[in-house]
């Protein structure tokens, strides 16, 4: 068997997919209807009018009417949806063939991956498009995946119909950013970009317009996510009240209407704005889509991890019906966020430039911002949740994926038969390992069955890559290959990977310490050029009894600046001098898509992701930068970094050869 080898080497449940958490929510006795009531055969699909369109080009929506200067009261609601709220369902089947029952309730039994995703159409999505139908001049924002279209596609015809209706009149401002619910700002440029291509895809196929407007999951925001929606031709930004406050925490509920971040706009939402704007902003509704129709019990209106419990209420929907009726009445405009913003320009209200905007998710404080995903513990999966298992994960399946890639845009031209058959599996890796990148494997509070998901995920994709990678080799006749990720050079051959060089041990350039509820240790050797260093984590196994395990190792700072690569933004260094910042909980929680943070001084330090891929804590006082794993595993394991003095751009071209673009040797 040929190896991968790399060079350089929900409290949560109320809402698990993005809300602040509360307690657990009770059952409930409401009968779920058929969920498939409205799957149609082939053949029904054939004589409907309801069945999916032949397919457009692309387009951007576009306005039907100029904006009215006059207007000063806006009513907004964005619902996000995530078809992958429960993923992989609420019965998992494991590779073993054992299969996993969320809370083991015989009352989830046989609910699978699919059937979820029906019932998040059917009971969550649907009921709210049809109070929209209901009232022809309000607007809103929808905020779902490229996979929803698809699954809505094949599965959900009339929902689908309904959906475009009301984009089509003009009252839906779909928004969709990626293809899966994908924790994107862990991961590089690349990955997005190639799910948001396929996103376009299937808004075309399915004659949608896309919205120009961009929110996502678990409201993941910064400037590497605002530069590259405005790079893909999307307008407006909208940057999470919470996530603000997290960073700058004198700005609370008077933010300006609108912002220009990375050559767009961005809008804070929800919030009030600033009466000096001369306009008013109410927010009806700012949350998980799956919860505006579900039954309310004390601890919260129920989420999909209660779907056989929750069927959409009636009394849920007319509340909230009469809310906006009400809103109407009282002289509100209810529009999209779109709209909005061009009505504020057309008032000549003019966009202040946004402060510094760090990385991170909606709900911030309560969250940590993006360790909840990277490091931090959930309380349904003790013992088995393993963020950094999952996420590292991640990163040798995407390398298998990209170098793959590589080789047949190399190759593809010289084998056109055999190409058509190996892109169609290369395709279906790149959808796999969208799906394994999604925030729920690792978080807010993961159940055992979506922590498998991303495990067994990742593991598959390997097998699958292999396989294709074996046909390539014997096609070409070649038993090795030396693919460049960054140049896309490819270089058949009969040699294969060079021994690895050996690292003598050295004594430390600085302190560090590392902390663990086991016996743990660290060790620095020299990468065999002046000032660059590699520092291992060597952890053993922890007692098996233990309720959960951490270890955080601690660095040094030596300057008030954070310098890292933002999320979608690799390719640069942003600096952030920390009194630019107004910390709300004291920290910032950090992902580094490309391993690298700045300790000052000149000094970098390199997450190896293969190994380690946890979120940095930056701590306001206390100088010092932390990576915290509150979820690792039993087992002995370790984890590297590279430390280096050197210029911003060398460090940055390591951590990008390192972790972004290696060289792969089959």
């Known amino acids: 068997m040929k190896k991968l080898l790399v060079a350089l080497a929900c409290p949560a449940l109320a809402a698990a997919c993005g809300a602040d958490p509360k307690p657990g929510a009770a059952d409930s006795a409401a009968a779920v209807p058929d969920v498939q009531a409205e799957t149609t055969t082939a053949a029904d699909a054939a004589h409907s009018d309801t069945a999916a369109p032949p397919g457009c080009p692309f387009l951007w929506f576009q306005e039907k009417a100029p904006a009215d200067p006059k207007r000063s009261k806006f009513a907004l609601g964005l619902f996000h949806y995530n078809i992958e709220y429960v993923i992989g369902g609420l019965e998992y089947t494991k590779a073993d063939g054992k299969k996993l029952v969320f809370l083991d309730k015989p009352s989830n039994q046989g609910w699978t991956d699919e059937k979820t995703q029906d019932y998040i159409i059917d009971q969550t999505l649907r009921p709210i498009l049809e109070v929209f139908e209901r009232h022809p001049t309000w607007g809103v924002d929808i905020e779902l995946q490229g996979m929803a279209i698809e699954v809505m596609a094949q599965r959900h015809p009339k929902t689908l119909a309904l959906l475009k209706k009301l984009v089509d009149n003009g009252q839906v401002e779909l928004i969709s950013f990626h293809w899966a619910a994908q924790f994107f700002l862990a991961f590089p440029r690349e990955d997005l970009q190639r799910s948001l291509d396929v996103t376009k895809q299937i808004m075309a196929d399915a004659c949608l317009p896309l919205g120009p407007v961009v929110f996502n999951q678990e409201g993941q925001a910064g400037e590497g996510r605002q530069d590259l929606l405005v790079q893909g ?36 939402g929800p919030g009030g704005v600033d009466p000096a704007a001369g306009v008013q902003v109410a927010w009806h509704f700012f949350d998980d889509g799956e919860l505006r129709a579900a039954p309310k019990t004390p601890n919260g209106p129920l989420n999909p991890y209660f779907a056989p419990e929750a069927a959409a209420d009636p009394a849920r929907i007319k509340e909230y019906e009469d809310q906006l009726i009400a809103l109407e009445k009282d002289g509100w405009y209810l529009t999209r966020i779109g709209d909005y913003v061009r009505h504020l320009k057309a008032k000549g209200i003019a966009a202040k430039p946004a402060p510094p905007l760090l990385d991170g998710t909606w709900q911030a404080p309560s969250t940590n911002s993006v360790h909840k995903w990277m490091g931090s513990a959930g309380i349904l999966a003790p013992g088995v949740e393993a963020d950094n298992v999952v996420r590292t994960g991640n990163v040798v399946a995407r390398t298998q994926v990209v170098a793959l890639q590589r080789v047949l845009d190399a190759i593809a031209k010289d084998h056109p038969i055999k190409a058509k058959a190996w892109r169609a599996q290369l395709d279906a890796l790149w959808r796999k390992l969208w799906r394994v ?37 014997a096609a070409i006749g070649e038993p090795h290959a030396k693919i460049d990720l960054l140049s896309g050079t490819v270089a058949f051959g009969k040699a294969g990977p060079p021994d690895d060089t050996a690292e003598k041990p050295v004594d430390p350039p600085f302190g560090v310490t590392v902390t663990a509820d086991r016996k743990a240790a660290f060790t620095w050797s020299s990468r065999g050029v002046p000032d660059q260093y590699r520092l291992t984590v060597q952890v053993s196994a922890a ?17 008030e600046v954070i310098a890292y690569s933002p999320g979608l933004l690799e390719s640069q260094v942003r600096t952030v001098p920390l009194s630019a910042l107004q910390m709300s909980s004291g920290e910032v929680y950090l992902p580094l898509p490309n391993g690298l943070i700045g300790l000052g001084n000149g000094w970098y330090a390199i997450k190896v992701m293969t190994t380690v891929h946890l979120a940095v804590r930056v701590p306001e006082k206390d100088k010092t930068f932390e990576f915290i794993d509150l979820t690792a595993p039993v087992g002995a394991h370790h984890w590297e970094f590279l430390v280096v003095k050197a210029t911003e751009k060398a460090a940055l071209d390591l951590a990008n050869r390192t972790n972004v673009s290696p060289v792969v040797y089959w």
Do not use: M
């Open 233 to 268: 031709g999307w307008k407006v930004g909208v940057f999470p009240k919470n996530l603000w406050k997290y960073q700058h925490k004198g700005d609370d509920s008077n933010w300006w209407p609108l912002y220009s971040s990375e050559g767009g706009d961005l809008v804070v």
């Open 437 to 473: 990148q999604v925030s729920d494997c690792s978080g807010i509070n993961p159940w055992p069955g979506e922590v498998w998901f991303g495990i067994e995920g990742n593991a598959a994709i390997g097998k699958d890559a292999e396989a294709l990678r074996e046909d390539i080799l």
């Open 543 to 559: 007692d098996p009894a233990t309720f959960y395990n951490s270890v955080t190792l601690t660095l040094p700072r030596f300057e």
